[in-house]
């Protein structure tokens, strides 16, 4: 062997007795085969087999495997974003002349998709109450194939009676879709309440440290898995496995991150509610949030996500007293380690429940930092807020 052919002949080494805690991370676009015969019959080898970096290595199957036991589910598909995992379940199951029904809450990017991408394409869509339970058998027509759930919502936090829409559907042969970001399935196991798809954006939870995008989809029935597979292989999408191996190392710590912040999060939500500042705090563990009952019975517990209505205050003002916090950051997607604060206009994006409070939505999701720390700069906002000229004339 000459040099040139040594430096792309790595040798192999002696891995008896190596044994590390680490899930490694497998890169690849070429996958080798023993002969020619392994090669002509890779077909055979189907989902499950490895033919090609991009339908999966086995860092993305230990992921997979992780996901599916976390879920109670058969097989988990992994997609490069939160947003994928809910497209990739549309398009794999819609076809031109169905419809999909989506709550008026719903995950603002997945409203833009079925107006934009789904309707132009001939297939339908339709918008619910969250709070609509079993009244959902009202709005299944014949060209229903898909009922979209998002629970608690994003935005305004209504938990959603998951059970209930599941059976309604179920009635009428209807898929059920559950997007499951704010529980994760530690608080909400979507699949064992009947639903056909739980879906994560792996890019808040799981990875955990606001450094990747990643997103799932779990499944319980094996020919779903298939079909959005297919897709999958059609649009030719596929993971990474160093964002795969992110995640890896983000769900080890995400039971701890989460019984913290959920914690953390009912503290502040129930202080919240005495600040004069606050129109209304959304947050499941609170009475007051629609849907309580049903977090109540489904959940129990919560994550660090959660909303507040804030008293009416000009931009100007509530820009001055954002800009001086000093500890909770201005930002959206949550669920790392740090602490954000976004201002959020429900209002363009409510078309079945017009949004009527005048105040600005607060999207505030906990992260793990000091717990007196962040109240202090959550304090000192709203005592802003409180002090502003026109209150005062008031
Ligand atoms: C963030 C989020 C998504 C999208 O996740 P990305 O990975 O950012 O695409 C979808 N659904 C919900 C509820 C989310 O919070």
């Known amino acids: 062997m000459h040099d040139l052919t040594r430096c792309v002949h790595h040798p192999a080494v002696n891995e008896e007795g190596y044994a590390s805690l680490a899930v490694p991370t497998h890169r690849a676009s070429t996958i080798v085969y023993k002969d020619a015969a392994s090669f002509a019959a890779r077909k055979y080898r189907g989902f499950d087999g490895y033919t090609y970096g991009l339908h999966g290595t086995p860092t993305t199957r230990t992921l997979e495997a992780q996901l599916t036991a976390l879920h109670g589910g058969v097989r988990t598909v992994l997609v490069p974003s939160g947003q994928a995992a809910v497209t990739i379940v549309m398009l794999s199951v819609l076809l031109p002349g169905d419809k999909v ?31 609509i339970g079993a009244g959902i058998a009202a709005l299944i027509d014949d060209a229903t194939r898909l009922v979209w759930v998002e629970s608690p919502g994003s935005g305004t936090m209504e938990v959603q009676d998951v059970p209930a829409i599941v059976k309604a559907a179920k009635a009428r042969g209807v898929l059920v879709g559950c997007d499951n970001t704010w529980a994760t399935p530690l608080i909400f196991k979507p699949l064992a309440h009947g639903a056909d798809f739980a879906c994560e954006a792996l890019t808040k939870y799981v990875g955990g440290h606001s450094d990747l995008l990643l997103g799932s989809v779990t499944v319980s029935d094996m020919a779903l898995r298939e079909k959005m597979k297919e897709t999958l292989r059609a649009f030719g999408v596929g993971v990474s496995p160093d964002e795969c191996q992110l995640a890896l190392r983000g769900i080890e710590t995400m039971g701890l991150r989460l019984a913290h912040i959920g914690e953390v999060s009912e503290d502040f939500a129930r202080r919240l509610t005495h600040s004069p500042a606050v129109e209304t705090v959304l947050h499941p563990a609170l009475p007051s949030c629609p849907g309580h009952a049903v977090w109540k019975r489904d959940m129990g517990r919560s994550a660090g996500v959660f909303s507040v209505v804030l008293k009416p205050v000009t931009d100007a003002e509530l820009e001055a007293a954002l800009s001086a916090l000093k500890i909770f950051a201005i930002g959206a997607s949550w669920g790392g380690t740090r602490s954000l604060i976004a201002p959020m206009a429900i209002k363009g994006d409510r078309t079945v429940n017009p949004w009527t409070p005048e ?14 720390d962040l109240w202090n700069d959550l304090d000192a906002l709203l005592v802003a807020l409180e002090r502003r000229p026109a209150a005062r004339v008031a």
Do not use: A, N, Q
Request: aromatic share 12%; glycine share 8%; net charge negative.
């Open 101 to 131: 029904l989506i709550p008026d809450h719903v995950y603002p990017p997945v409203r833009s998709f079925c107006e934009e991408y789904l309707k132009p394409r001939g297939i339908d869509y339709g918008v619910y109450d969250p709070l």
């Open 359 to 372: 105040g600005t939505v607060l999207r505030i999701s906990i992260g793990l930092e000091d717990r007196d």
